[in-house]
């Protein structure tokens, strides 16, 4: 079983920046899309980036494309998710998640493992 472990969130003002990162401890990390997702509180979890195993693909969600980033370092087993001109908005749980068997996806159903999440909370 893949395990991943988000960590990295925080407080921040906004219009800030903010680095979340998920590492995963399965050696075959590598075969893995990787996503991010959010869930602010009484909303449902939403989709935030992905990306593919090797790190020359990845996908944002609109709401966020331009002021975030992923990346991958897969001798790491690490996923990180940079976060810049935080909003309010961005107020959420973040979770990091693996899907096996596919290159990118923003669909939540494909995403085999999940992390525990980690807050980050933007203030005005």
């Known amino acids: 079983q893949v395990q991943l472990v988000e960590s990295g969130g925080g407080l921040v003002q906004a219009g800030g920046s903010l680095r979340v990162s998920c590492a995963a401890s399965?050696?075959?990390?590598?075969?893995?899309?990787m996503g991010w997702f959010r869930q602010a509180p009484g909303k449902e979890r939403e989709f935030v980036a992905a990306?593919?195993?090797?790190?020359?693909?990845?996908l944002y969600a609109d709401s966020v494309k331009g002021r975030f980033t992923i990346s991958r370092d897969n001798a790491k087993n690490t996923v990180y998710l940079q976060m810049n001109s935080l909003k309010p908005e961005d107020t959420a749980v973040y979770y990091c998640?693996?899907?096996?068997?596919?290159?990118?996806?923003?669909?939540?159903?494909?995403?085999?493992?999940w992390g525990q999440g980690t807050q980050v909370t933007v203030s005005s």
């Open positions: 998640a693996a899907a096996r068997g596919v290159s990118l996806t923003t669909a939540q159903a494909p995403y085999d493992y």
């Open positions: 399965r050696r075959t990390f590598n075969i893995y899309a």
């Open positions: 990306i593919n195993w090797n790190g020359d693909r990845t």
